[in-house]
Each structure stands twice: as structure tokens, then as C-alpha cells.
């Protein structure tokens, strides 16, 4: 009986690009923007730092998400249509043996062998 083999990996130490990989990205820069923030207006502890610095934290912090999330999402369009149309193309292949009849295993059982 023929066994299948399963598909081998080209690349198996990347991984696919998702959404979630921008959202991490977006994350790091927040948390990389709050630290620089606190530590400025712990440097100086007078209010009006504090106030302006809070300020621009809220906007930095929302410039680094909408941009993200924008950019991430105008990439991973083209990309989640592109493996649409990979795993449909690759369910429409039928499964054939040597002389050239569709075969389905579950119907017609195993494949015939050849003498």
C-alpha cells in the first residue's frame, strides 16, 4: 500500500506573518515610550512636566497603534488573500493513480498495485 507523505516545510524556522506579530511590535514601542517618559519626568519633578509629558505619552502611544494597526492590516490584506488562494488551489487537486483515474481512498480503497 502507498503511504503519503506529508508535505516538508522549506522554510521551517520562520514562521508565517500574522496580525499579532505587528500588535507585538506595537506593544514593545508602548512599553519603550513609558519608560522614556517616566524616566524624563522623574528627572525633573516639577508638575508641569508631569502634565506634558502624560500628554505626549497619550499621543505618542496612540500615533504607534493607529499607525500599526493600519499598516498591519493594509499588509495582511494582500497576504490572508494570498493564502486563500493557496489552500483553495491546493483542495481542488484530485488525488490520481498512475493511469490517470481519480482515486478516492475513502470510496474505492487503497490504491491498486502494480505487478
Known amino acids: 500500500m502507498k503511504h503519503s507523505q506529508p508535505p516538508i516545510p522549506t522554510r521551517s524556522d520562520e514562521r508565517p506573518l500574522s496580525l499579532w506579530d505587528f500588535i507585538r511590535w506595537a506593544?514593545?514601542?508602548t512599553l519603550g515610550v513609558t519608560a522614556v517618559?517616566?524616566?524624563?519626568a522623574?528627572?525633573?519633578?516639577?508638575?508641569?512636566?508631569?502634565?506634558?509629558?502624560?500628554?505626549?505619552?497619550?499621543l505618542t502611544v496612540l500615533a504607534v497603534w493607529i499607525g500599526t494597526?493600519?499598516?498591519g492590516c493594509l499588509v495582511?490584506?494582500?497576504?490572508?488573500?494570498?493564502?486563500?488562494?493557496?489552500?483553495?488551489?491546493?483542495k481542488g487537486a484530485g488525488r490520481t493513480i498512475p493511469q490517470g483515474q481519480l482515486w478516492d481512498r475513502w470510496m474505492d480503497g487503497?490504491?491498486?498495485l502494480r505487478p
Do not use: D, S
Request: overall charge positive; aromatic content about 14%.
Open 69 to 71: 494597526l493600519t499598516v
Open 27 to 29: 506593544a514593545l514601542l
Open 110 to 112: 487503497p490504491e491498486h
Open 42 to 58: 522623574a528627572v525633573q519633578c516639577y508638575f508641569e512636566v508631569w502634565a506634558i509629558g502624560a500628554a505626549l505619552w497619550f
Open 76 to 90: 495582511m490584506i494582500p497576504v490572508g488573500i494570498w493564502r486563500l488562494n493557496k489552500r483553495l488551489a491546493r
Open 37 to 40: 517618559t517616566l524616566v524624563i
